[in-house]
């Protein structure tokens, strides 16, 4: 996918007759005293420009929380927006990750889906990264079901997962990995699903570690839940940066999804790290002997968590086998499933 993109600007650049703006490029990056557009002429594309936000159109109010990347403010820019500042470590070379941050910045715009937070833009000029997306209304998933507590009927969490599926499936059909899918990148707006942060994963490349908020491993809680075997097995210490996401690992993060709605809560909960990392990477599941679901619904958790990553369904499928349940079944079944302990697990 990152080649066809790459043709896709190029093509659109060396067509393209217009100089750009604060657009980054290679000469901009060692001297960003000029504007680039000096010495660099025609090179970026219109394209490119149109994604390029004016860090002082910008209006920022009031800090809506913090995550590992960066800062998300309430913001207005032509209208309601959110805007997430990346917290940029100035000390670091950003020549690469930049690029590549860049280049999938230019695939977001192809987004337009209803399941999907809608992309804007972005200011690309280092130190000021940021991204803009319309601003979600509802609350998370997370929200809903770690915090309040609230209880998702087998009915409700078929709906809300056919529309993560819908809208994963696109974003995988645009050759877009989320990297990052779980529940705090789930709005729920009046029932409809809205999936943020698609493949923003690698800027934290260009970020500092926010291990403050983690333990030891530098690993933000509620995190490993989501990765897939391969991911654990990849995992080291400070190398997070470097794991291999793939489509499938974006399937197994979804099992988990899967798992948070009809349980309430999160698997291998309240195990450390350690435990968990030695677990996943070794095959071993979360058990599902006290989860009162159907066979169907169990079978797709274990799909989406197969070990071997290329036994694992793509989206499409998952819709299909999602729309295949039976409806008496899922009537009959607990409107809410068991052992919905009330720790809170942040
Ligand atoms: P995380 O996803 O780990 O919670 P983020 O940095 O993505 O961290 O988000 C920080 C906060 O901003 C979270 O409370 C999140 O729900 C909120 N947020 C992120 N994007 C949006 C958005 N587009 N609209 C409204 N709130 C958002
Ligand atoms: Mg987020």
């Known amino acids: 996918a990152r080649s066809i993109v790459d043709k896709d600007e190029l093509t659109a650049s060396n067509k393209s007759e217009m100089s750009v703006r604060s657009v980054g490029t290679p000469l901009e990056r060692h001297d960003s ?105 509802g609350m998370t998933l997370y929200t809903h079901i770690h915090l309040r507590k609230d209880k998702f009927t087998a009915n409700k969490s078929v709906i809300v997962a056919q529309q993560i599926s819908q809208g994963m499936g696109y974003l995988h059909a645009r050759g877009i990995v989320h990297k990052d899918l779980k529940t705090k990148n789930i709005f729920l707006e009046n029932g409809k699903v809205v999936i943020t942060d698609f493949g923003l994963f690698s800027v934290t490349k260009l970020c500092f570690g926010n291990n403050a908020r983690g333990d030891s491993l530098g690993i933000p809680p509620g995190w490993l839940c989501y990765l897939a075997p391969e991911l654990h097995r990849a995992l080291r210490p400070i190398a997070s940066l470097h794991l291999p996401f793939s489509k499938a690992t974006d399937v197994y993060a979804f099992g988990t999804v899967w798992y948070e709605l009809l349980c309430g809560e999160y698997p291998f909960k309240g195990q450390p790290p350690e435990a968990v990392i030695w677990q996943v990477g070794k095959g071993v599941k979360q058990s599902l002997n006290n989860m009162q679901a159907s066979r169907d619904i169990k079978d797709i958790l ?26 008496k079944r899922l009537a009959r079944s607990p409107s809410h499933p068991v052992h919905l302990s009330r720790s809170a697990d942040s």
């Open 33 to 137: 005293r000029h504007d680039a557009s000096d010495r660099w002429p025609r090179q970026n594309s219109l394209s490119m420009k149109e994604w390029d936000i004016p860090y002082d159109e910008l209006k920022l109010f009031e800090v809506i929380g913090t995550g590992r990347f960066g800062t998300v403010y309430r913001g207005s820019w032509h209208g309601a927006v959110a805007v997430k500042l990346l917290h940029v470590n100035a000390l670091s070379d950003h020549t690469a990750p930049l690029d590549t941050f860049k280049h999938e910045v230019a695939t977001f715009r192809k987004t337009r889906h209803e399941n999907l937070v809608l992309f804007m833009g972005a200011c690309m000029k280092p130190p000021r990264l940021a991204i803009v997306t319309s601003l979600c209304k």
């Open 302 to 327: 274990m799909l989406c968590w197969a070990y071997r990553s290329s036994e694992r369904p793509d989206f499409p499928h998952l819709l299909s086998t999602l729309e295949k349940l039976p409806r």
